[in-house]
């Protein structure tokens, strides 16, 4: 197993990990789970877009003659891509809007179950049949993410988000969307698995970007009133910056380049660590408590983890 990979998704966890406390605060900001999803998107996009433009105009300005050698894309391929980032508007969307029905620590861990249909459909349709090494390192790591929000003390209103729709009535919608959320995200990956290898992460990423942006700011005209559209205020708009800056750019790309080196089961396993970090996050950055049971989950939790990317050789293999 090469270190580098394991590093970098390890660091991804850490990245995405930010992304429920800044997506709690935008919300409690003003800002609609629509606009979040589709300001995070666009600037992500806007950001890789120009970066891939300027390597490109100093690239010819060094070598006029010159092109960048990238292999054509393939119509079903750009399709392929079009699809993930869809599915990738459709997850954020879905999750954003779960925390306003459920409190963050809940929507997090159930967004988190991916690696139960990225693993189960990645052996269906992609024929990476999982080994005893992943099988066990699932369940133990599905145990200790459920352990982690288990032990957890009640979260107080302010923190959670709670907010007068937040109830016992509106707990299985925001479920439902938090499970919409995991099932579009690991279709996510499931579609750009093959194509990235060919064709690298940062053009994976530009067109899927894009492509889940444009999804998103297609619908945000008809379903909101243009005052509703942008951030209110500072802390909104700090929100949104950090959150396509850390959680999208350094995270969701790490997480695309990783599947260079780990089956897409394995990836999504990895993903368990999210709620782990929220919560270490939100114990400095809120004064939340950690409880015992929540600090035995958690290392139940990385052991699964640790048995998966023992379990996950080069993708594909």
Avoid at 2 to 8: A, G, T
Avoid at 44 to 54: N, Y
């Amino acid at each position: 197993m090469r270190f580098l990979p394991v590093i970098v998704l390890l660091g991804a966890q850490v990245a995405i990990g930010s992304s429920a406390l800044m997506a709690r605060v935008a919300l409690d900001n003003g800002m609609s789970p629509l606009s979040l999803a589709g300001w995070r998107l666009l600037i992500a996009a806007l950001i890789v877009l120009a970066a891939r433009g300027a390597r490109s105009v100093f690239r010819k300005q060094a070598k006029p003659s010159d092109t960048d050698g990238a292999e054509p894309m393939t119509a079903a391929e750009y399709a392929r891509l079009t699809l993930a980032g869809i599915g990738l508007a459709v997850h954020f969307l879905a999750w954003f809007a779960s925390l306003t029905f459920i409190p963050v620590a809940r929507s997090t861990l159930l967004v988190t179950t991916s690696p139960i249909w990225s693993g189960l459909a990645g052996a269906l349709w992609l024929k990476q049949r999982p080994g005893p090494g992943f099988i066990g390192g699932l369940g133990l790591a599905c145990v200790g993410a459920w352990g982690v929000t288990l032990f957890g003390r009640p979260r107080p209103a302010a923190m959670a988000g709670a907010s007068e729709g937040i109830g016992d009535a509106t707990m299985p919608v925001g479920d439902a969307l938090a499970l919409v959320g995991a099932v579009a995200l690991a279709a996510y990956f499931l579609l750009v698995d093959g194509v990235q290898k060919r064709h690298g992460t940062e053009r994976t990423v530009a067109i899927t970007y894009t492509a889940a942006a444009a999804t998103l700011w297609a619908a945000i005209p008809l379903l909101m009133e243009p005052a509703q559209i942008r951030p209110v205020n500072p802390p909104a708009w700090l929100a949104v910056l950090g959150m396509a800056l850390l959680p999208q750019l350094i995270g969701h790309t790490s997480l695309n380049w990783c599947l260079l080196h780990f089956k897409v089961g394995v990836v999504g396993v990895a993903m368990l660590l999210e709620p782990v970090v929220a919560g270490i996050l939100a114990f400095f950055l809120l004064a939340e408590p950690v409880t015992a049971g929540q600090g035995a989950a958690a290392i139940v939790l990385l052991f699964g983890v640790a048995l998966t990317l023992r379990s996950g050789d080069k993708a594909g293999t």
